[in-house]
């Protein structure tokens, strides 16, 4: 598979990290990002609309409104690999325990509840969609963008994300994974700027840092190559 765009802007999320100078810092370290330290301050999503979401679709909405307030986009592609964990897990457990669901959480368990927020939080009737691919979920709707891309839609939204994942489930889950909320979102357009293709990975490992960070770390780089691992590929990327 081979595939070429071009990227207009981004905007991140994480423990410690928002503006772009901490992740230009961020990027040029090798230090792991620390859980413990703070987010920053949502800037764009109302209160009450970040009172219903959880940690990772609160940064998601918020960077989404402020690209639709930056840049005029044409569809949206949300992506999270754990999508609504959190939400999931309280359900879990009223249940166990025999104590009725908050309608809340009921309604916001689904895996587009971000990105459904963040249509009627901005009042655009937009298209979009919603994609989990594990370990390859930041890959693979990269494929959803280049579809809405080639139907003849101008400039997409990417916004990659994941909530804080319950204690619960950690002692499951390979020693590195990460486990803190964090968001990308990237505007994208087609283009030749940035070209990927895959390979085999014979080798698959559960990496330290999602891929959209991973991407994003040698994007700020300004590596002209470097290879993100996946499941079963691995996806080279070259910079024209």
């Given at each position: ?5 071009t ?7 994480a423990?410690g990290l928002?503006?772009?100078?901490e ?7 090798s ?7 703070p ?9 009450m609309t970040?009172r ?8 998601a ?11 005029r ?11 609504e ?12 325990a ?6 809340t ?8 509840s ?6 009627i ?20 709707s990269l494929?959803?963008?280049l ?13 990659d994300?994941d ?12 020693p590195?994974?990460p ?7 990237l ?9 990927c293709?895959t ?5 698959p ?12 770390r040698?994007y ?20 024209q």
């Amino acid at each position: 598979m081979k595939f070429t765009l071009t990227l207009i802007d981004w905007q991140a999320r994480a423990p410690g990290l928002s503006d772009a100078d901490e992740w230009q810092a961020w990027s040029r370290r090798s230090d792991a990002i620390d859980p413990a330290a703070p987010l920053a301050k949502l800037t764009d999503l109302p209160m009450m609309t970040a009172r219903r979401l959880n940690s990772g679709s609160r940064l998601a909405v918020d960077l989404g409104l402020m690209m639709l307030r930056k840049h005029r986009i044409d569809a949206v592609v949300y992506s999270s690999r754990h999508g609504e964990l959190e939400r999931n897990f309280r359900i879990l457990q009223a249940l166990a325990a025999e104590q009725p669901v908050s309608p809340t959480d009921f309604a916001m368990s689904v895996h587009n509840s971000a990105v459904g927020n963040l249509t009627i939080a901005a009042r655009q009737p937009v298209v979009s969609s919603s994609v989990s691919a594990g370990m390859d979920t930041f890959q693979q709707s990269l494929c959803d963008v280049l579809s809405l891309l080639h139907a003849g839609y101008s400039r997409v939204l990417l916004v990659d994300f994941d909530g804080l994942l319950p204690d619960f489930y950690h002692a499951g889950l390979p020693p590195q994974m990460p486990v803190w909320p964090y968001a990308l979102a990237l505007v994208i357009e087609a283009g030749i700027t940035l070209s990927c293709e895959t390979h085999v990975n014979r080798t698959p490992e559960e990496p330290a840092l999602p891929q959209s960070l991973q991407f994003l770390r040698h994007y700020l780089r300004d590596e002209r190559q470097f290879t993100l691992p996946g499941e079963r590929l691995l996806w080279q990327w070259t910079r024209q």
